[in-house]
């Protein structure tokens, strides 16, 4: 947000900053080579490491709010900003949105056993219908990608990222901080 303008009339006026396209975008066109990935990743990473310094999550992270700037040479992007907070939560993790759980279970997988621990009495409900029903899930989709389109090193990273449950993932400050970096 570059200013919040409020004046005597309702609703207020959020003036937002313009950036080229979106990393979906960006992608679509040509893939990211491994130095984009790495500082779209870092840009990402640090974004969310403020968020979570300040409470809140962000609970429709993926390509289409990432923005960038475009710039020519080796490194397309100038710019990498998160966007789209309107579905930024407080942390409360605890109580998070169905609609949030049911992307967690397309993308990540089933929930493991141990969710219980931490879900309401609906949620619980909830999670097991859909595990009895068998709802598509992608069922870890990370393992199966073949070396030739994911190193193996960048493979493990991001399934470190792509825990299930939020408390056996690495938080973003840890991730900034993780070995897979050092070849940069």
Do not use: C
Request: aromatic fraction near 8%; glycine fraction near 4%; hydrophobic fraction near 35%.
């Amino acid at each position: 947000m570059i200013e919040e303008i409020q004046g005597p009339d309702l609703p207020v006026t959020i003036a937002l900053e313009y950036l080229d396209t979106t990393i979906s975008e960006a992608s679509a066109e040509k893939a990211l080579n491994r130095k984009e990935l790495k500082h779209v990743s870092r840009s990402v990473l640090e974004a969310l490491r403020n968020l979570h310094d300040d409470g809140y999550v962000h609970a429709d992270l993926k390509p289409d709010n990432v923005y960038v700037n475009m710039q020519v040479g080796d490194n397309r992007f100038s710019e990498v900003k998160l966007g789209d907070m309107g579905s930024k939560a407080e942390e409360d993790r605890e109580n998070l949105p169905l609609h949030v759980l049911m992307r967690q279970l397309y993308w990540f997988g089933p929930f493991p056993d141990k969710t219980v621990e931490i879900a309401d009495e609906e949620i619980t409900k909830t999670l097991a219908a859909l595990k009895r029903n068998n709802l598509p899930a992608q069922q870890g989709m990370f393992k199966t990608i073949p070396e030739t389109e994911l190193s193996k090193k960048d493979n493990e990273f991001v399934r470190r990222i792509m825990k299930m449950d939020w408390r056996d993932r690495p938080s973003a400050g840890d991730l900034l901080e993780d070995e897979w970096w050092e070849d940069e």
